[in-house]
């Protein structure tokens, strides 16, 4: 049999998927390049395998696995939708004689056996927090992604290896940080591949999230991760541009994020801005929680309200004529959401696609209490509780720091979503407030300065324009 009819099979079940439940149980089935590369992830052998697939689809992942396996291999794949049961059935009686399809969900199903291989592209979707009781503890999750992969990691063997076609989401941020830690204390991080451009690779299944492979393998650390930036399901992964990374040089900080690319050398001699004394905190006004003081016109005792929408370039303007209401009325002065008067730099929460740049930072002096509405985030340098004003220059270098190139490219090694976190940020490689004051000094923020003038000026100040 061939991989085309395997092929044809999936095809298939992609085509006749009824729309409710691939919504209620994301349903967005492998295409045969990319099962092709994740089975390609496994170490060959010559010895027989057990094969774990966890929530199976038209059965494609473990079908290949086995189709490359030695003769008195096995595969037990488990998967919630009957149709999609059936169709896995017909899939893997091609390739392999000791099959198991179990027609239940992951979670109920009790895993006794110890696999060698375990192969999955779970569903994405997020779940209120969870511990799921493992070995080693319990482990937070807050996706069904990362509880599948605590499932399968668990039922590996010593020596077994797990490759898994996920987003690139568990990577970064705050939600993941349990997940990550468990995951990399439990097993070696062996291959990472991102998908760039995910609609190309995908294209039947409309997926939005940048996607990608991860191979992990239950045994010691090996001693470098293969880092496939911008994998491409065309070619073998063997033959693309990839690196072989020292797990150490990927990871950042005790939330243990973890990048795609080791530190880019310019940025190597920074402290985070963490130990530059600096806070970054998430604006504190959810607006539809406080509809009650809202206000499209100046109150008295009232206070400006800054939403994304006074963001224009580098500066803040207030107000500004959008569909926002622009103050708040003196009631919200007992709900804690006012910031003191002062210079801060304010950050975006979320980009748009389009957008040639995740992070949009802008300076913001306001000679009044303030309130940020909560998609803003905004530098100080208090603490998680107490917010103190910057100074004015640190500030503004502070915002011009953040809008250069090297910094926008740092974001995107370490995060493919569009939201930028505060957890994120606060690993941002920062020069000292002196440096800021200095950068401050060089190009004034209000200028109309070109990206190629930030840069520069940024450049030059480090003395990194004649070294790259
Ligand atoms: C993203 S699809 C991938 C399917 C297949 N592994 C593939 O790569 O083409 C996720 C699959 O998991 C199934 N699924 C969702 N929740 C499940 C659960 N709790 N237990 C078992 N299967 C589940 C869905 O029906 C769907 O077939």
């Known amino acids: 049999m061939t991989s085309k009819t395997i092929a044809q099979i999936r095809n298939e079940a992609a085509a006749s998927l009824s729309p409710e439940r691939q919504q209620q149980w994301e349903q967005f089935l492998t295409p045969m390049p990319i099962a092709e590369q994740a089975v390609s992830l496994f170490t060959p052998t010559d010895k027989p395998v057990r094969i774990l697939d966890l929530g199976s689809g038209s059965g494609i992942l473990s079908a290949v696995t086995a189709r490359r396996s030695t003769?008195?291999?096995?595969?037990?794949?488990?998967?919630?939708?009957?149709?999609?049961?059936?169709?896995?059935?017909?899939?893997?009686?091609?390739?392999?004689?000791?099959?198991?399809?179990i027609n239940k969900s992951v979670f109920e199903v009790l895993l006794d056996t110890?696999?060698?291989?375990?192969?999955?592209?779970?569903?994405y979707k997020k779940i209120s927090p969870t511990v799921i009781a493992t070995s080693n503890g319990g482990v937070k999750v807050?996706?069904?992604?990362t509880a599948f992969l605590?499932?399968?990691?668990?039922?590996?063997?010593?020596?077994?290896?797990?490759?898994?076609?996920?987003?690139?989401?568990?990577?970064?941020?705050?939600?993941?940080?349990?997940?990550?830690?468990?995951?990399?204390?439990?097993?070696?991080?062996d291959v990472l591949a991102v998908y760039r451009s995910r609609q190309e690779?995908?294209?039947?299944?409309?997926?939005?999230?940048?996607?990608?492979?991860?191979k992990v393998s239950k045994r010691p650390q090996t001693k470098k991760v293969s880092v496939y930036a911008?994998?491409?399901?065309?070619?073998?992964?063997?033959?693309?541009?990839?690196?072989?990374?020292?797990?150490?040089a990927l990871l950042m900080g005790r939330d243990r994020i973890v990048r795609i690319q080791p530190q880019d050398p310019r940025l190597s001699g920074?402290?985070?801005?963490?130990?530059?004394?600096?806070?970054?905190?998430?604006?504190?006004?959810?607006?539809?929680?406080?509809?009650?003081?809202?206000?499209?016109?100046?109150?008295?005792?009232?206070?400006?309200?800054y939403w994304s929408d006074n963001q224009n370039g580098m500066m803040m303007v207030h107000p500004v004529e959008c569909d926002r209401e622009q103050w708040v009325t003196d009631g919200v002065d007992s709900r804690n959401v006012i910031l003191p008067a002062g210079s801060y730099c304010m950050v975006n929460r979320f980009s748009a696609k389009e957008q040639s740049r995740r992070i949009h930072a802008s300076y913001l002096c306001s000679s009044v209490g303030f309130v940020a509405d909560n998609k803003l985030n905004y530098v100080h340098q208090g603490t998680s509780r107490r917010t103190v004003p910057l100074d004015d220059k640190v500030a503004c270098g502070l915002t011009l720091w953040m809008s250069s190139s090297?910094?926008?490219?740092?974001?995107r090694q370490i995060s493919g979503s569009t939201q930028v976190n505060a957890t994120d940020l606060r690993q941002m490689p920062c020069p000292t407030k002196a440096q800021l004051t200095a950068l401050a000094d060089s190009l004034p923020i209000d200028a109309d300065a070109s990206q190629s003038h930030i840069d520069e000026t940024i450049g030059r100040l480090f003395s990194w324009v004649q070294a790259s």
């Not at 690779?201 to 991860?214: A, T």
């Not at 090297?406 to 974001?411: A, F, G, S």
């Open 114 to 123: 110890q696999f060698d291989r375990v192969i999955l592209n779970p569903p």
């Open 71 to 101: 003769r008195g291999s096995s595969v037990v794949a488990i998967e919630q939708d009957a149709d999609l049961a059936q169709v896995s059935e017909s899939s893997l009686r091609q390739v392999c004689e000791d099959v198991t399809v």
């Open 406 to 411: 090297v910094i926008d490219e740092w974001y």
């Open 230 to 248: 911008e994998a491409m399901p065309v070619a073998p992964l063997e033959s693309q541009p990839h690196e072989s990374v020292a797990l150490k």
């Open 150 to 189: 605590v499932t399968a990691i668990q039922a590996l063997d010593e020596g077994g290896e797990c490759v898994a076609i996920i987003p690139r989401s568990w990577m970064n941020g705050d939600y993941f940080k349990d997940f990550r830690k468990w995951m990399l204390n439990e097993c070696s991080l």
């Open 270 to 305: 920074f402290g985070t801005i963490s130990d530059q004394g600096l806070w970054v905190s998430t604006g504190k006004l959810v607006w539809f929680r406080n509809r009650d003081v809202l206000s499209a016109v100046e109150r008295p005792k009232g206070h400006p309200l």
């Open 201 to 214: 690779h995908f294209k039947d299944m409309n997926i939005l999230q940048e996607i990608m492979l991860v």
């Open 142 to 145: 807050t996706n069904l992604y």
